[in-house]
């Protein structure tokens, strides 16, 4: 990774939902430069089987000039590969975007699941896992965080944003001097890492008139390659009474968190393991 600009700053949750500022440079949908095909329309979404990817721009109110996030496809190695591309002038510690992959039903969202094992009643996970390797090179900004959604609510055709009880997310890349929302309460050992555990326990309230808690296992270590066991970390947070058995996950999601700068991601790999 390349980083130019060095900022500390508290981040805010990946999921905020806005509509799309005016500022965007491009709407052009399926441009080739170099063998990359490029989606650049605010909002698109492209589908590989359960993996919706999103050009997710919800803090687009707050940009700075003419920025432009794309939706990336290429082929490599007998293989098409999705990524997501981006450049956004200035710096907001609150986020401009978050360009991602979903699996499940997202509460921002609503509309059909990417794959039925999801919502899951957090009671009722067995094994839920992430496998996934990036290829990123980036300026300025920015974090790789994966991240789950717990629900109080099941699956519905509408958005239910209110129905979201915790955000739990797990930063596997960050911007020197970066750090989560809230304070350090735990350090969590899974797999031969430590993780610090950050909580912020009111966060959202202009999103969806009522908050949510934000947990983040910030690793501390850079890793662009990697197994999440979310189930181990999913049993620990109800162990510690910060999980209610009786929520739903209702998402996976995958992507990175974009203060300002420049960068490109490529997904090498992404698979969802889930079994009830």
């Given amino acids: 990774m390349f980083v130019s600009l060095v900022f500390t700053f508290v981040a805010c949750s990946a999921g905020s939902e806005g509509a799309p500022a005016a500022h965007v440079e491009?709407?052009?949908?399926?441009?080739?430069?170099?063998?990359?095909?490029?989606?650049?329309?605010?909002?698109?979404?492209?589908?590989?089987?359960?993996?919706?990817?999103?050009?997710?721009?919800?803090?687009?109110?707050?940009?700075?000039?003419?920025?432009?996030?794309?939706?990336?496809?290429?082929?490599?190695?007998?293989?098409?590969?999705?990524?997501?591309?981006?450049?956004?002038?200035?710096?907001?510690?609150?986020?401009?975007?978050?360009?991602?992959?979903?699996?499940?039903?997202?509460?921002?969202?609503?509309?059909?699941?990417?794959?039925?094992?999801?919502?899951?009643?957090?009671?009722?996970?067995?094994?839920?896992?992430?496998?996934?390797?990036?290829?990123?090179?980036?300026?300025?900004s920015y974090d790789l965080a994966p991240e789950i959604w717990l629900t109080n609510a099941g699956a519905s055709a509408k958005p239910n944003p209110q129905s979201i009880t915790t955000e739990v997310m797990f930063w596997m890349d960050h911007t020197e001097g970066a750090r989560p929302a809230g304070q350090v309460v735990d350090q969590v050992p899974l797999n031969g890492v430590?993780?610090?555990?950050?909580?912020?326990?009111?966060?959202?309230?202009?999103?969806?008139?009522?908050?949510?808690?934000?947990?983040?296992?910030?690793?501390?270590?850079?890793?662009?390659?990697?197994?999440?066991?979310?189930?181990?970390?999913?049993h620990y947070l109800v162990e510690k009474q910060l999980a209610t058995p009786s929520d739903y996950v209702a998402s996976v999601e995958f992507g990175n968190e974009v203060m300002g700068g420049t960068g490109t991601t490529w997904i090498r790999q992404f698979d969802v393991k889930v079994e009830p």
């Fill in 26 to 140: 491009s709407s052009t949908a399926a441009r080739h430069e170099g063998g990359i095909e490029q989606d650049c329309q605010a909002w698109s979404m492209h589908h590989e089987g359960r993996y919706r990817y999103e050009n997710n721009v919800w803090g687009s109110k707050k940009a700075k000039g003419k920025f432009k996030q794309c939706l990336l496809t290429r082929e490599r190695d007998g293989k098409t590969e999705v990524g997501w591309s981006w450049d956004w002038p200035g710096f907001d510690p609150t986020v401009f975007a978050y360009p991602e992959v979903v699996v499940g039903w997202k509460p921002w969202s609503g509309g059909a699941t990417t794959d039925p094992h999801f919502p899951l009643k957090v009671s009722d996970v067995r094994t839920l896992s992430l496998d996934f390797e990036v290829e990123s090179e980036v300026t300025g």
């Fill in 194 to 234: 430590k993780y610090e555990l950050w909580r912020e326990d009111s966060i959202g309230v202009d999103a969806n008139g009522k908050g949510w808690r934000l947990l983040s296992f910030k690793s501390p270590e850079k890793q662009l390659k990697g197994r999440i066991d979310i189930a181990a970390l999913i």
